[in-house]
């Protein structure tokens, strides 16, 4: 084929000045604003609308219709273009190229400034060489950061001394590594750290030699229990950490009375008491009712009594330990005793002395109490009952029989 019949078959070229990209967003929004100007001067009428669809605007500039959107939209956009749909059903258009904003944004870009750089742009592409750059791996994906956080901050490498010591107020190594067991063996004991004491251990130790001063460094060196001087001794304890008897057997029978198993019922109680907000709060309330109780049995004895009324728990009770424990279990059935190893000898279960038989004034348990309670005779009997019997240690609060147990 000729070139004359080849260039003539290709059709009429589509005007495009690079420069115009600036203002209308890119080339082909470039194409198509020069294709709609050209069509409105070829009009008898200067205002009339140019009435087209997407096939004709493909075949004058080829833009297909993902590129034709795109270059009405960035005309749009800078108000260059008005368009408006003839025909729902089809995809006819009429389009106004506004020449007033184009003339105005083409002035704004030629300023004597603007003119210049353009001009030295061009010039230089035009003499600048091409220039083959070697192939390349591409570059790394920039990786987005919080800009409230900024970018992470590099590890800073740090040699270490394979024959680093700590430095503190210890004297030796071996006082060090004392002081380390017994740091360890609290952490222990009080579940610190989640069952890594030496890490715990060694964070206090660490703290030390950067100049931290510790309570249980003193406590090492005075030769104390660790910890010990750093307890709180509260309203409601006799000692730190220890409840008044009665004050915590109260608590007891609170949740034995729910219906708690006793060694639950121990548990949370004490869990109660060492709440510092809930302990204060719990105390506050049982001197009322000791002072309450104090009350009466004063009135009493002005009444004439001889002995007043004190709860049972005002009496002394021989404490509960392991040894009195095993010693009774011993003496009941040798081979259920708590002891640690079967093989250990059982010593001989002591003589009990024979107890006395329950007389007809043995006072009443609770349960049976409450059973007779709730009858409507039972009731008016137990109510008698109670009041005139104050060494029972009962008394009846909100419908409920329950035993009264001051400090």
Request: glycine share 6%; charged share 25%; with cysteine.
């Given at each position: ?172 190594q ?20 989640f069952?890594?004491?030496?890490g715990?251990?060694?964070?206090i ?100 009594v ?11 009770r ?62 008016s ?13 009962y ?13």
């Amino acid at each position: 084929m000729k070139i004359g019949i080849f260039l003539g078959n290709l059709g009429n070229p589509a005007i495009y000045y690079p420069t115009l990209g600036k203002i209308t967003g890119g080339v082909a929004a470039s194409i198509f604003l020069c294709q709609l100007l050209q069509w409105q001067a070829q009009q008898l009428n200067s205002g009339e609308w140019v009435k087209t669809n997407s096939s004709e605007i493909e075949k004058a500039t080829g833009l297909n219709s993902e590129e034709q959107q795109l270059a009405r939209r960035l005309l749009k956009v800078r108000s260059l273009l008005k368009e408006k749909s003839t025909d729902s059903n089809t995809d006819s258009l009429e389009l106004w190229a506004d020449i007033d904003a184009f003339e105005e944004k083409f002035n704004n870009l030629l300023t004597p400034d603007s003119a210049n750089t353009i001009a030295q742009t061009s010039r230089e592409n035009n003499n600048r060489p091409v220039e083959i750059l070697p192939e390349t791996s591409p570059p790394e994906p920039a990786v987005k950061t919080d800009k409230f956080f900024g970018k992470h901050r590099q590890q800073i490498a740090v040699t270490v001394n394979p024959n680093y010591r700590f430095s503190g107020p210890w004297n030796s190594q071996e006082e060090l590594q004392k002081f380390q067991r017994a740091l360890e063996e609290y952490a222990r004991e009080h579940n610190l750290w989640f069952g890594n004491p030496s890490g715990w251990a060694f964070k206090i130790i660490d703290s030390m030699t950067k100049g931290l001063t510790s309570t249980f460094w003193d406590e090492f060196i005075a030769g104390i229990p660790l910890g010990e001087s750093q307890k709180v001794k509260r309203e409601w304890e006799i000692e730190p950490e220890v409840p008044y008897p009665a004050f915590e057997e109260e608590r007891i029978q609170y949740y034995v009375h729910k219906g708690e198993p006793l060694e639950a019922a121990v548990s949370k109680a004490r869990a109660d008491l060492r709440n510092p907000v809930l302990g204060k709060d719990l105390w506050e309330g049982f001197l009322r009712k000791c002072d309450r109780i104090a009350d009466d049995a004063l009135k009493a004895k002005n009444q004439g009594v001889q002995t007043a009324y004190l709860p049972s728990s005002f009496n002394d009770r021989p404490q509960i330990t392991k040894e009195s424990v095993m010693q009774k279990l011993g003496a009941i059935a040798p081979q259920f005793s708590l002891n640690q190893s079967t093989s250990e000898t059982i010593a001989e279960p002591p003589k009990l002395e024979p107890q006395e038989s329950p007389t007809t004034d043995e006072i009443p348990s609770i349960s049976f109490l409450q059973k007779a309670y709730q009858t409507a005779l039972g009731r008016s009997i137990v109510e008698k009952q109670i009041a005139a019997n104050p060494e029972w240690g009962y008394e009846i609060v909100d419908g409920e029989i329950v035993e009264s147990i001051p400090f």
